[in-house]
């Protein structure tokens, strides 16, 4: 464990299912993010979230909805997706630009 | 826009042999570098990181180079073991973007016994 878990670790829904992404972090960090890994693709940059407060939103459809209710939790709210969506999805957490990232083990997600 | 890239897609090493991984970025203002190494199934996990102010970092069987003249970043693994078998990614950020890091594209390194 690396102190991020997220659950589920593997999903499967339909384009017209509501599904949520959960993670959390027992480190004591102020940033999380998350990000969307497809195959043969860098890491995608989705959505920062530093001491609660979104600070970026790098281009995602509105069919991804992140929430942040607290410093240790971060949830991606899915609607309506598409088969490209299919990918695994990481959250990492970080205190600052000084120690880098801890990610989680990801959701491995399937859109039938 | 600004980029960082590996040159090889994928490296396939014999079993204690030394792996050596390399990475190119493109901004000169980066001045902190991180390589992750990702094994199936599972997320990135950090392995060494390296500040610009230093152009040699050591860990335990991994060594980091850092080339600021050529914008040039490698990972050496010493005596590589089938552990080692996993993507590698490397990153980079600096001071003015805060927390955001860059990803490369990462390399697959597969060890044979």
């Known amino acids: 464990e690396t102190g991020v878990t997220q659950t589920p670790r593997h999903l499967v829904m339909g384009m017209t299912n509501k599904k949520s992404l959960k993670c959390e972090q027992h480190l004591g960090h102020n940033a999380m993010y998350w990000y969307k890994q497809s195959a043969k693709k860098p890491l995608e940059l989705m959505f920062v979230y530093n001491f609660k407060e979104q600070t970026e939103n790098n281009s995602v459809p509105s069919r991804f909805s992140p929430e942040c209710p607290n410093s240790s939790h971060l949830f991606l709210h899915l609607h309506t997706l598409q088969p490209e969506d299919s990918a695994l999805y990481l959250c990492a957490s970080s205190q600052d630009s000084t120690y880098g990232y801890t990610f989680g083990s990801g959701t491995r997600l399937t859109v039938v | 826009g600004e980029s960082v890239g590996l040159h090889l897609p994928t490296l396939s090493v014999q079993e204690g042999d030394n792996s050596i991984i390399n990475c190119a970025y493109s901004n000169s203002a980066s001045d902190y570098f991180i390589w992750y190494k990702q094994e199936s199934g599972k997320g990135p996990q950090f392995i060494i990181d390296i500040r610009s102010n230093m152009d040699k970092r050591q860990g335990q069987r991994v060594t980091v180079l850092l080339n600021k003249t050529v914008k040039h970043l490698s990972l050496q693994i010493a005596a590589t073991q089938p552990g080692d078998s996993a993507v590698y990614f490397c990153?980079?950020?600096?001071?003015?973007?805060?927390?955001?890091?860059?990803f490369g594209g990462g390399t697959r390194l597969m060890v044979k016994p």
């Open positions: 990153a980079e950020t600096t001071g003015n973007a805060g927390n955001m890091l860059t």
